[in-house]
Nanobody, 127 residues
Framework: QVQMVASGGGSVQAGGSLTLSCVGI??????????VTWFRQAPGKEREAVAA????????YYEDSVKDRFTISHDDAKNVVYLAMNNLQPEDTAEYYC??????????????????WGQGTQVTVSS
């Protein structure tokens, strides 16, 4: 069964760092999907996109609130997408998900445009 697997979450203090990983399990090549995107969802809030990578073109996209703190990248050899998160703040606390799909670039934030989702990995930032 093909699935996306996200890992790397944890608990850190404000100002700390974490790196999340997203890998396709079951013979799924992330390169063949236009976008791999990290979303997050905090309790009582809607799921929001935070960062995306258009792997074929190495183009990256960021939500304003994480720009200059988060970096999304793709390891060709390992077929893994990473989300390096620095200077984490309590408002970054959420369940983080990775997803693959083929949205147009102006719709990369829309969850409905993604066909495969992984299970979440929890990120908790304490003040």
């Amino acid at each position: 069964q093909v699935q996306m697997v996200a890992s790397g979450g944890g608990s850190v203090q404000a100002g700390g760092s974490l790196t999340l990983s997203c890998v396709g399990i079951g013979n799924i090549d992330l390169y063949h999907y236009t976008f791999v995107t990290w979303f997050r969802q905090a309790p009582g809030k809607e799921r929001e996109a935070v960062a995306a990578i258009f792997i074929r073109m190495r183009a990256t996209y960021y939500e304003d609130s994480v720009k200059d703190r988060f970096t999304i990248s793709h390891d060709d050899a390992k077929n893994v997408v990473y989300l390096a998160m620095n200077n984490l703040q309590p408002e970054d606390t959420a369940e983080y998900y990775c997803a693959t799909g083929s949205p147009s670039s102006n719709l990369w934030r829309s969850p409905a445009k993604y066909s495969r989702w992984g299970q979440g990995t929890q990120v908790t930032v304490s003040s």
